[in-house]
């Protein structure tokens, strides 16, 4: 509604407000004096029809009067008034108490002040240090004069602050903003040098989905071709479920069990003779790496063996025994040839992993050997490890706060976080990425996932957008065998 229509009609409304409180206040008069039944009904009827005409009049002039709050807020807003769109949006709260859509905006209202006084006080003493940033320091420092609400303007945010607190120097601090700027140049939005540049220095945490392989085979290893291959050896061959769905049945059936299920996932795997060349440009990282894989091989372990890159795998019980319990961690070393061993989970920081030049491998799902296991005990021991069957799923919802190391997750808060080739599209992957964002909801960067474009004329799929914008997690389009390359040849 046009402005002065707007104010014509907010002064309509207030005008017969005042008429009908007279007209009230005449018949409530009128009732006092009159002593005849019949005419103190009729006036009755009238006190009841004004006082209704009065309560929509209110109503509607409430209404009116909230529109031209929220125009004024969202007005205020754009220009960076935050504390008057938040006196507005205070009115719109008192006048209608409990409301969901002022609470939501007071509370985004405030976090956008607070950064606003905190962007101040870091841009002043940014200039201090123009110096030592001065091919990012002009742009930096318009970016942070103008604060929203987005995870990226808090985490550019903290790491300025961090740059000046001298917890990053010059070099890493550039380096970490020209992967937060956007890349016009790229064609997706991401640059891709200073994105290997923080990943060659272990900065980003990588989760690496099954669609990693997929990418660098020349057959198809997507999920529903393992399932049908498990159906098929069974003879079930009219199923049509997922790979959780055909576990559970083959666990459900007395004739055939979990050992049977893993002889034939060992079977549908990938050798490990296949050459994924994401793993190898990691393998050829000098610093230890953080690495989760939802994957049940073991290409990368293999591929980082092959280039002497030691590591730890790490993998959470899932079933618990008399010797271990749910949350428990099972860690192998790399270049140990003694069995894996089962850690409570606060044993973990002990090991020093990391201080010690070991790269973290954290199988989420657990892992199938493709190679024969000849020890009983490690067997049973991985076997409890691994999350594959609907039931294994429901556990690990359930615990899915003792089951993902605490350990882990503070290594999740001062790093980036980068989703590679995983798509969540059943419920079960879901739950995977949701129970790590939880875990680690206090870190100080967002999250992005490259590589879950559509394929081969598949369309987008909403479900997976709209999962991963309410999860807050930024999506870049494009191959990200890209990335290779750049991995490779970036010097560090």
């Known amino acids: 509604m046009p402005d002065d229509l707007h104010q014509q009609k907010l002064r309509d409304l207030q005008s017969r407000q005042v008429m009908l409180a007279e007209k009230l206040a005449r018949l409530h008069q009128q009732y006092d004096l009159e002593t005849r039944v019949e005419e103190q009904m009729r006036i009755e009827k009238g006190i009841a029809d004004t006082q209704a005409a009065v309560y929509r009049v209110e109503t509607e002039l409430l209404t009116l009067q909230q529109s031209s709050l929220i125009t004024e807020a969202a007005q205020l807003k754009r220009n960076g008034v935050y504390l008057k769109a938040l006196a507005c949006w205070q009115q719109i709260q008192y006048i209608y108490p409990g409301n969901p859509i002022a609470e939501q905006e007071i509370a985004a209202l405030e976090?956008?002040?607070?950064?606003?006084?905190?962007?101040?006080?870091?841009?002043?003493?940014?200039?201090?240090?123009?110096?030592?940033?001065?091919?990012?320091?002009?742009?930096?420092?318009?970016?942070?004069?103008?604060?929203?609400?987005?995870?990226?303007?808090?985490?550019?945010?903290?790491?300025?602050?961090?740059?000046?607190?001298?917890?990053?120097?010059?070099?890493?601090?550039?380096d970490w903003y020209a992967v937060m700027k956007p890349d016009t140049n790229s064609g997706h939005g991401v640059n891709l040098e200073a994105l290997a540049k923080r990943v060659q220095k272990g900065e980003v945490v990588l989760?690496?989905?099954?669609?990693?392989?997929?990418?660098?085979?020349?057959?198809?290893?997507?999920?529903?071709?393992?399932?049908?291959?498990?159906?098929?050896?069974?003879?079930?061959?009219?199923?049509?479920?997922?790979?959780?769905?055909?576990?559970?049945?083959?666990?459900l059936r007395s004739d055939l069990g979990v050992a049977s299920l893993l002889d034939n996932l060992r079977e549908s795997l990938p050798d490990a003779a296949r050459v994924i060349n994401l793993y190898q440009a990691l393998a050829k990282i000098n610093?230890?790496?953080?690495?989760?894989?939802?994957?049940?091989?073991?290409?990368?372990?293999?591929?980082?063996q092959a280039a002497g890159k030691r590591f730890v795998e790490l993998a959470s019980i899932i079933n618990r025994s008399e010797d271990y319990d749910i949350g428990h961690v099972v860690v192998s070393y790399s270049d140990h040839s003694k069995p894996s061993q089962v850690y409570p989970e606060e044993a973990l920081s002990?090991?020093?992993?990391?201080e010690s030049g070991y790269s973290i491998i954290y199988k989420i799902r657990g892992t199938c050997e493709t190679s024969d296991c000849h020890d009983a005990a490690e067997s049973l021991l991985r076997r409890d490890a691994m999350t594959l069957s609907e039931s294994n799923y429901f556990s690990f919802a359930r615990y899915a706060d003792r089951i993902i190391p605490d350990y882990l997750a503070r290594q999740f808060r001062n790093r980036g976080f980068l989703f590679i080739g995983y798509r969540p599209k059943k419920w079960e992957d879901r739950l995977l990425v949701s129970a790590l964002l939880e875990k680690r909801r206090n870190a100080q960067e967002p999250c992005y996932v490259v590589g879950n474009a559509p394929q081969g004329g598949e369309k987008p799929n909403l479900l997976e957008n709209a999962f991963w914008d309410y999860r807050n997690v930024k999506q870049y389009h494009f191959d990200f065998r890209e990335l290779d390359t750049y991995l490779e040849g970036v010097t560090v």
Do not use: W
């Open 111 to 174: 976090n956008l002040h607070a950064n606003q006084t905190k962007a101040v006080d870091v841009v002043k003493r940014l200039a201090f240090r123009m110096k030592d940033i001065k091919p990012i320091f002009k742009e930096l420092a318009e970016t942070l004069k103008q604060p929203d609400g987005s995870p990226e303007y808090s985490a550019m945010l903290e790491q300025t602050e961090a740059f000046l607190d001298g917890e990053l120097d010059a070099s890493d601090f550039m």
């Open 207 to 251: 989760f690496l989905g099954s669609d990693v392989v997929s990418a660098y085979c020349d057959e198809p290893h997507e999920e529903r071709t393992l399932v049908g291959k498990l159906a098929k050896q069974i003879g079930y061959t009219d199923f049509d479920g997922t790979l959780s769905s055909i576990a559970e049945y083959y666990q």
């Open 287 to 304: 610093v230890p790496l953080i690495l989760i894989s939802s994957g049940y091989d073991n290409l990368l372990e293999s591929t980082f």
């Open 350 to 354: 002990r090991l020093r992993l990391l």
